[in-house]
């Protein structure tokens, strides 16, 4: 695979003269890693023993994985650089207290978003040729399925088994899996936007206990480029199971919000060719179920709804204004009328907000993705629009894909059904969604195979 790398402006320029480039280049399939081989490798120890990895990213930064703190607390926190051995003599090593630990703010521990923390050192080190920082990937890299990164940490060798004395450094390389794939094991909505996951389908390398906060690298001539940080997995190295990471590139802007001066060396690292994962379908996501304890009819009719009441509906804008209804069909897809859009229509110039409730109002539970791509259905009739979303949005009791009819179900007349949608002057002044239930009748003066006919519904625009 080849690649390309290009340098940002932005950051300081000695540390893009210095970060990622190790005294020793040698690449090895073994498990002991060579000293020097790592130089930003950091081992974090609390009342003297070693609980989690991290990488040296400055003279006195290092980040690592907020999982890794369950409180601020920096009392008999020690943080080793330069070290190759848990056990003996570590000749290239020196150790910093810690002064400052410092989470992302919007860390979830439930579902492991924003897995990413940096530590100041009581003091700054200097540069050896066995403590030297990484790069760290800038907003924008790419990184597609299959490339081949290095994970390295003092972590157990399997779920519960000690790395054996006299706990050398250990290193593995594992390929990137895309997270349409990533997202398909772990259950659609797991994997985040802002995680990067690599291991082998048939398992037997990965990441494991006490790796965690450590650095996922990749090559890119003679530098090293962090795009991850060991953050969470289901087991060690099982069988469609990839290891999962925080994905660096997403928090450029965050990590240099933290570091006034002397910033770390960020480097935008781009696959060339087309990613295999954008040619992942999950074909398994759970679809029609809206929670339970918020979606409840007590009658029939038109009525304002609640939150959660229609997971699957979509708010369909331009300029900032609601144009149309749309549904939720996959999860990075939403379906809608083609009469909605012209033929040539520019995907950029819209946005689809998903989990709203109120087109003026609150809306805790709302979140707006851009466009990429509007593909209109060529069949006569009523033609539907398809709108591809930039990114997958975290599904949620407030966000959920609604299933397709396949064309394999008959629905008779009498069958009970439900429109929902934001009417013109309809819902008060918050214009609060509205919903209708109606049935299906026969058609008249339509074709019966390209449309299905309700009683008249009073919904005015959708």
């Known amino acids: 695979m080849n690649l390309l790398v290009a340098f940002l402006s932005k950051g300081s320029h000695s540390q893009l003269d210095v970060c990622g480039t190790p005294l020793n280049t040698r690449i090895v399939g073994g498990q002991d890693a060579l000293a020097g081989s790592w130089p930003w490798q950091a081992s974090l120890h609390r009342s003297g023993r070693h609980f989690c990895g991290g990488s040296l990213i400055n003279k006195e930064w290092v980040l690592t994985a907020a999982h890794c ?110 997270n349409r794939l990533c997202n398909f094991n772990y259950g659609v909505g797991s994997i985040t936007d802002n995680m990067i996951c690599a291991g082998l389908a048939a398992g037997g390398k990965d990441s494991c206990q006490g790796d965690s906060g450590g650095p996922m690298v990749t090559n890119q001539g003679t530098r090293w480029i962090q795009s991850g940080v060991v953050s969470f997995g289901k087991g060690c190295a099982l069988a469609k199971f990839p290891g999962v990471y925080t994905r660096v590139s997403q928090y450029q802007t965050w990590i240099n919000s933290q570091i006034s001066s002397d910033q770390p060396g960020f480097v935008t690292f781009s696959s060339s060719g087309t990613d295999s994962d954008l040619s992942v379908f999950c074909t398994a996501v759970v679809c029609g179920r809206a929670s339970s304890s918020l979606n409840s009819h007590v009658g029939g009719g038109s009525s304002l709804a609640t939150a959660g009441l229609w997971p699957w509906i979509a708010s369909i804008q331009t300029n900032g204004e ?59 009739g009523n033609n539907v629009a398809i709108l591809r979303l930039a990114s997958q949005p975290t599904l949620s009791d407030y966000i959920q894909p609604i299933c397709v009819d396949k064309g394999t179900r008959t629905f008779s007349t009498g069958t009970p059904c439900w429109v929902a949608g934001w009417a013109t002057g309809q819902g008060g002044a918050e214009e609060v969604l509205q919903e209708f239930q109606t049935s299906v009748v026969e058609c008249v003066n339509v074709s019966s195979t390209d449309n299905i006919c309700t009683r008249a519904v009073t919904l005015l625009q959708v």
């Not at 897995?115 to 990484?134: A, E, G």
């Not at 399925?145 to 594992?174: C, N």
């Not at 709203?356 to 609150?362: D, E, I, N, P, Y």
């Open 322 to 380: 609601h144009v149309c209804g749309g549904t939720l069909v996959a999860v990075d897809s939403v379906m809608s009328d083609a009469s909605c859009f012209s033929s040539q229509a520019n995907a950029s110039e819209w946005t689809v907000i998903l989990g709203r409730l109120k087109q003026s109002g609150s809306n805790p539970h709302e979140v707006t993705q851009n466009v990429i791509n509007i593909t209109m259905s060529n069949v006569t």
């Open 69 to 178: 703190f369950s409180s601020p607390s920096t009392s008999n926190l020690v943080v080793y650089v330069g070290r190759q051995n848990q056990k003996g003599s570590n000749p290239n090593e020196v150790d910093r207290g810690v002064t400052q630990i410092m989470s992302h703010p919007n860390y979830t521990r439930s579902t492991n978003d924003n897995d990413m923390c940096l530590l100041k050192l009581s003091s700054p080190v200097t540069f050896t040729n066995y403590i030297r920082p990484v790069c760290l990937a800038a907003p924008g890299s790419s990184f597609h399925a299959g490339t081949t990164s290095w994970v390295t940490g003092w972590g157990t060798i399997r779920s519960g088994v000690s790395l054996p004395s006299p706990k050398t450094l250990q290193e593995v390389d594992v390929p990137v899996v895309g």
